[in-house]
């Protein structure tokens, strides 16, 4: 599976769920919710490099 390399999990404690974890974009410090389309389609999709295509990617330089 394609996964954008600045995308981090954070685990909010021993005895939390998924649900109340999120992601966190290395790249312009936006959060996410593990249930958030963005990730699921774009930062950590099911096949494919679509990170490749997020603006925020493409222009880490």
Request: aromatic share 18%; proline share 5%; with cysteine.
């Amino acid at each position: 599976m394609a996964r954008c390399y600045y995308l981090d999990y954070i685990s909010k404690g021993f005895l939390s769920s998924y649900d109340n974890d999120e992601y966190v974009c290395k790249l312009c410090g936006k959060h996410f919710a593990t249930n958030d389309p963005q990730v699921k389609y774009t930062c950590n999709p099911d096949y494919g490099e679509e990170y490749q295509r997020c603006p925020v990617y493409r222009d880490r330089r």
